[in-house]
C-alpha cells in the first residue's frame, strides 16, 4: 500500500496521471503541518512491482516551490496593535509511506 500525503493543489494531477497509468487511487481531504493548510492523502493498493512506477508518478507531479503567506497573528490583548511579517515557506512536494500488506484484493 502507498500512502501520500500532498498538497491539495497538487492531488488532482497526481490522481489523473495515476488513473491514466490505470492505477486506482482513493483520494481524502486532510489538513495538518506548519500552516495548517488543507492536504490529500492519496491511497493506493499495489503490487510490490509496481511501487517504483507509482513513486516515479507522484514526484513528477508533486513538486516543492516556494509560497509566500501571511501568518495568522497570536491572540492579542485589546489596544496591543501586531502586524505579522509575511513568511516565504516550501510547499508542495509529498509525504510517502509504502507499507506492507499481508492481503490485497480488488472485489
Do not use: W
Not at 18 to 44: P, W
Not at 56 to 63: G, R, V
Not at 68 to 77: A, F, Q
Amino acid at each position: 500500500m502507498v500512502v501520500a500525503i500532498v498538497h491539495n493543489e497538487d492531488a488532482g494531477v497526481l490522481v489523473d496521471a495515476l488513473l491514466e497509468k490505470d492505477f486506482r487511487a482513493t483520494r481524502l481531504q486532510s489538513s495538518g503541518g506548519f500552516l495548517k493548510q488543507s492536504n490529500a492523502t492519496v491511497m493506493l493498493g499495489v503490487e510490490d512491482a509496481s511501487v517504483d512506477a507509482v513513486m516515479a508518478i507522484i514526484a513528477e507531479q508533486c513538486t516543492s516551490r516556494t509560497q509566500v503567506v501571511n501568518p495568522m497573528p497570536p491572540i492579542m490583548e485589546p489596544g496591543e496593535f501586531f502586524m505579522p511579517y509575511p513568511l516565504e515557506v516550501e510547499v508542495g512536494g509529498a509525504t510517502v509511506f509504502v507499507l506492507p500488506v499481508e492481503r490485497f484484493e480488488r472485489i
